[in-house]
């Protein structure tokens, strides 16, 4: 039982964009037994796009078409399909309606072009798509008597998504033989790469029948272990008894067994401790803040904190001495300690974090070079302050920091 | 003339790992004058290849296979592509040689499977690849009485970019008419597509001759205008007139015509009126002040400002009474309004921006649904509040509020 995902849209054609939402549907799809045969690109090409769905239906089981059920006349996906399953395309007044409706919602006039989003392959089901203006659609069909199951859905992978794993996951499982496949994913912070593989290798490489990968971020490692057997319990015992061992020699390096973000680990962390967070950023500017309001629900930890870019702001905000900047420089273990204890103090926090750094690419020197950061955190009884060189450019020396900062509050919780 | 590029190799296929290589042969191709039609993601199984091949061949005048060519039983791509063909491989004498005198530098014996390096295509011409074991080849072959351009490339990005641009390249120039190719990007913020599309498609529609490609992201969309002509100055000079065309059409909501980010846009607004920059944020938790702090010499400008996620921080560090608060409700125009002059003054910077709403998935109610977010710009002495219902998911209503800000602060400075 394979796949081929059809990503559409001339911008995947150009230098400068990629189809990202494959490696998601991917993901889901392995979990119920599926894999992926083949993955096609193809612009807004109608010829194109006719022959590369004759070619997918021909070769594959499941085919998934992404994009291009836009209301624009490059929005060609509906009536390249129905052109290849030799079916008709049939406006439907029922989701016509619902297009009014949405619209009305939004307070916005509909564009009259819009109505072709309502266009139907013959035989097709709609699958409505609450996040955005185009409808999905599942169409069952055969090929040379075996069955094809087919799929239209947006582009943006917001409304992929869910669209996917909420309409398009239970109709396949449904569809398909029962397989049982168990995945483990350990997640590692501020461990390097290959320091982290030379450990782990001796375990994993034991275990022959489990499929292990190993993705390496700025400060983050995923090691993912995949395994199909008779049944799902002998297919969990062998990724839990890999992952048992590589936590056994990691130890508190492993900071999620479960999927957990960094991020989500350290409001759980929190929680558990009834304690509330505030930061002091300087060069990270605010995606410390981002990063940990990016969970829903944080606000029952996170009370907020300040951006203190300019040095004057760490003085206003977090209450760092003018003299103490001018005695060690901005960019110094001593700021980071005192914008921790001062957001803290500020904040009424039970903790606070500072970061201060050289984010470059300019403004280093010899003693300060590019990617120094000082990360601090404070409990108002004891801080802690760490000095790292990150390598990369400014966004990357940015994410290093954040994560650092992250999983500093993780060890201090802990 | 177009190209496919096929990429090889059941890593690609699974949710981990994805092609980058053709994003970087695209935009040389592109240079030349030949757009990529299909781009093709297969595994290691010669069935798939084969066929991968023969559909390649037969609807590009241009095929680039990449990977598949090492000594492993997995490597297919040789006999797949001959087989397409309908060719036969030959064991190359001369690149056995060199395959052996190569490892004889490197000190290693060279194991016996690595001879099938040495399999050419009939008729085909063996690539050098000085930074690997794997030579390409290059194969001139015919479809239906038409040219094709055949290349087998390695995998690794630092062995595939210079063998294409050194070896390929120079070949391709030669058999292709000298072409000459002028893009234009404009950027708009804040208006829908279908919307932007209405107002643009009697425009670019005038001009055939110009490739227009549409992409939208949350409040933001970029138009791409690219031309080929017989001389540089009218390719040139068409692109210009449609975007000239389409920039009076949508007058300021055009933010750039440069390539330039909104975040640098900002920026270089605030540097040209010696302006500076606070801002206080709730629901999206730094994330402006993480893109405008994104831009290398940012420090010109932003000062900085408060993440003001719980409300005792919107009266802490932007001075919002609580009693405007009990009034309105933390997410109200009101409050907004309060946030950024108390930004502004707290800061003295020029301009200040408050930002609250509902980001969402919870805290939504029938009055206040998850979505809307109020946006303020003040100067001291006017103050703008936009009120927006955003759609989406948590992380794009906060990524369209902090689009809407950026946007406000460059309307507001115009």
Redesign the interface.
């Known amino acids: 039982m394979i796949a081929e995902i059809i990503a559409i849209g001339?911008?995947?054609?150009?230098?400068?964009?990629?189809d990202?939402n494959s490696?998601?549907l991917?993901?889901k799809l392995?979990q119920i037994g599926v894999?992926?045969?083949?993955?096609?690109?193809?612009?807004d090409?109608p010829d194109?796009l006719t022959?590369?769905a004759r070619?997918a239906i021909a070769?594959a089981d499941i085919v998934i078409f992404m994009g291009g059920l836009?209301?624009?006349?490059?929005d060609l996906t509906r009536e390249c399909v129905a052109a290849a399953l030799g079916r008709e395309l049939h406006r439907d007044p029922q989701l016509i309606t619902e297009l009014y409706t949405r619209f009305a919602a939004?307070?916005?006039k509909m564009?009259e072009?819009?109505e072709k989003q309502a266009d139907l392959i013959e035989g097709g089901v709609a699958l409505p798509n609450p996040?955005?203006?185009a409808p999905g659609q599942w169409v069952d069909a055969e090929h040379e008597g075996a069955p094809r199951y087919i799929m239209l859905l947006p582009g943006p992978p917001?409304e992929i998504k869910p669209m996917f794993d909420q309409q398009c996951l239970p109709r396949l499982k449904e569809k398909l033989p029962q397989q049982f496949i168990a995945t483990k994913l350990l997640r590692i912070a501020m461990l390097g790469e290959s320091a982290c593989d030379q450990r782990v290798a001796p375990i994993y490489k034991k275990y022959e029948d489990v499929q292990t990968?190993i993705?390496a971020g700025a400060g983050d490692i995923q090691l993912?272990f995949r395994c199909r057997k008779e049944t799902l319990e002998e297919a969990q015992a062998r990724v839990d008894a890999v992952a048992g061992e590589v936590e056994d020699e990691l130890g508190d390096y492993v900071y999620s067994s479960n999927g957990e973000t960094l991020e989500e680990i350290v409001g759980l962390f929190l929680q558990m401790r009834g304690a509330t967070l505030a930061?002091a950023?300087s060069?990270?500017?605010?995606?410390?803040?981002?990063r940990?309001?990016?969970v829903?629900?944080?606000?029952r930890h996170?009370?907020?904190?300040?951006?203190?870019?300019?040095n004057?702001?760490k003085n206003?905000?977090a209450n760092v001495p003018p003299m103490l900047i001018e005695a060690h420089g901005a960019v110094s273990r001593e700021v980071a300690q005192a914008m921790a204890d001062g957001i803290r103090d500020?904040?009424?926090a039970s903790i606070g974090v500072g970061i201060t750094g050289i984010?470059?690419?300019?403004g280093g020197t010899p003693e300060k070079p590019v990617g120094l950061v000082y990360v601090a955190v404070s409990d108002g009884k004891k801080t802690e302050v760490v000095e790292r060189q990150f390598p990369g450019d400014?966004?990357r020396i940015?994410v290093y920091a954040t994560q650092q900062a992250l999983d500093l509050v993780r060890r201090f919780l802990m």
């Open positions: 001339s911008e995947l054609l150009t230098p400068f964009f990629q990202t490696l998601y991917t993901g392995n894999e992926v045969g083949f993955k096609t690109v193809v612009g090409n194109h022959s590369a070619n070769r836009g209301p624009t006349e490059d939004w307070r916005r564009p072009n819009n996040l955005g203006s917001f990968t993705l993912h930061v950023e060069c990270t500017g605010g995606m410390l803040g981002q940990i309001s990016s829903s629900g944080s606000s996170f009370l907020g904190g300040a951006i203190v870019y300019a004057d702001m206003l905000f500020e904040c009424r984010a470059g690419p300019t400014r966004e940015r």
